[in-house]
């Protein structure tokens, strides 16, 4: 059997036993470890528990605890309730005003917490039932919360371009920065489209009575001291790492410390509360750890067979295509794979075989790791199975049906189409930032 073959029949054996419900880590640990042992016999049935110790070693690791913990603290503390309120008082006076308020919400979200289920959670429960009530048209809010929640995944400090960095070798500070123009040139993207809706057509989202505009000056700059905190330890955390004060472990370890504060100062800090934050915490981190225990396993069997080199081979020899052609392609698989798994669980499916692959094509891995993301986010979104659909639909107010989750996402799908091809056709709309800061 050739080394082709039997790489071709791993990635099929694992696709196969996804389709069963089986655990993702288990699937792919459980492929790599008997492959391993089939080929190299005892020696290599050890990949499996060399993994677990490089992984237990890689100090950059103890990250996603620490910003996981962070983001839950500064969410399940109703940090983000008060912020929402904000911009219900700044924006509420503008066609559209509370929808554009929600985007914002979102961003800011997304600076707390790098996980997409939390500013969807956020945006269904907080942001959702007041727009309804406000008489905001279902379908355009419902789409609002959706495409708004995927900003969680590029946004710093995002978890998925973490480890997407630990995977691809590449800094977590570039790939930060990387996301950051964009990560706000999709949100300024929805927001137009947004205003521009409801400019057109005032009944879409209409603005706030008379008299509930009537708020003292004074009380609308205290509800805006609610984003500050969350702004400002973002804010700490990224001086820190970026002007080299503290290493990235340090920088979160800060932003972890400094979230539980913040909580405390403002009186939200019990003991239900720290209970709650540190099982989620827990729950997600054992999750990812999992999966990369897997996926490492399962790489360095690929790696071994010299599979990446033989799907180079096929891709530019036999079949004769461009590098831009192998990429495109890559992109589409990932918006096929992201209708059942989650962003993480493509990830380190694929990065045995797309990240080596994209290095040899001559491609930025920085640049790459955004158009990852963006297309990870499309996929989120894209029925029939996009995974956020369903999670829109578990957390949506009883009015909300699948046909208008289903009819919502359109628009914001194309706005990260978009947002894909122009970052895709102007690399330095990511590399710019990172390639100009760490020159200096």
């Not at 609610?226 to 001086?239: D, R, S, V, Y």
């Not at 989650?342 to 920085?366: C, E, H, N, R, S």
Request: glycine share 10%; aromatic share 12%.
């Amino acid at each position: 059997m050739s080394y082709e073959f039997i790489a071709i029949t791993m990635f099929a054996g694992m696709m196969v036993l996804l389709l069963t419900g089986q655990r993702v880590f288990a699937v792919i640990g459980f492929v790599g470890v008997v492959a391993a042992f089939l080929l190299w016999g005892e020696g290599g049935s050890e990949m499996g528990f060399a993994s677990a110790m490089k992984l237990v070693k890689w100090y950059p690791m103890l990250t996603v605890p620490m910003f996981v913990f962070m983001g839950y603290m500064l969410s399940e503390s109703g940090i983000a309730e008060d912020l929402y309120k904000a911009f219900h008082v700044w924006m509420g006076p503008i066609n559209g005003g509370l929808a554009l308020g929600t985007i914002g919400l979102m961003v800011i979200i997304s600076a707390m917490n790098g996980l997409s289920v939390a500013g969807m959670a956020i945006g269904a429960t907080i942001a959702l039932p007041e727009l309804l009530r406000r008489g905001y048209d279902k379908v355009m809010t419902t789409g609002v919360v959706q495409g708004g929640s995927t900003l969680g995944i590029l946004i710093p400090p995002s978890i998925v371009l973490v480890l997407y960095g630990m995977i691809a070798r590449v800094p977590v500070g570039q790939l930060w920065l990387a996301g950051v123009f964009p990560g706000l040139l999709m949100a300024a993207l929805m927001a137009i489209y947004v205003y521009v809706r409801c400019r057109i057509n005032p009944s879409l989202g209409p603005a706030l009575p008379a008299e509930e505009r009537r708020v003292p000056t004074s009380e609308k700059l205290k509800l805006l001291t609610a984003g500050i905190l969350p702004l400002g330890i973002f804010t700490l955390m990224m001086w820190l790492f970026l002007s080299g004060i503290a290493s990235l472990v340090e920088a979160s370890a800060v932003g972890a410390i400094s979230s539980a504060l913040v909580a405390w100062q403002r009186g939200r800090l019990t003991r239900t509360l720290w209970n709650d934050v540190l099982q989620k915490t827990l729950g997600i981190t054992c999750m990812f750890m999992w999966i990369l225990i897997a996926s490492l396993c399962f790489g360095a069997v690929f790696d071994g067979l010299g599979a990446v080199k033989s799907i180079e081979r096929f891709f530019l020899g036999d079949l004769g295509l461009e590098p831009w052609q192998v990429l495109v392609l890559m992109q589409l698989s990932f918006l096929v794979m992201g209708m059942f798994l989650d962003d993480t669980a493509m990830l380190v499916i694929v990065a045995p075989l797309y990240i080596p692959l994209v290095q040899k094509l001559g491609f930025d891995l920085v640049w790459y790791g955004v158009l990852y993301t963006i297309t990870c986010q499309i996929a989120y979104i894209t029925p029939p199975f996009g995974y956020n659909l369903f999670m829109m639909r578990a957390m949506a107010p009883p009015g909300i049906t699948m046909r208008d989750i289903y009819a919502s996402i359109w628009p914001f799908v194309g706005i990260m189409i978009a947002s894909l091809i122009i970052i895709g056709c102007f690399p330095e709309i990511a590399t710019w930032l990172p390639n100009n800061y760490y020159s200096k």
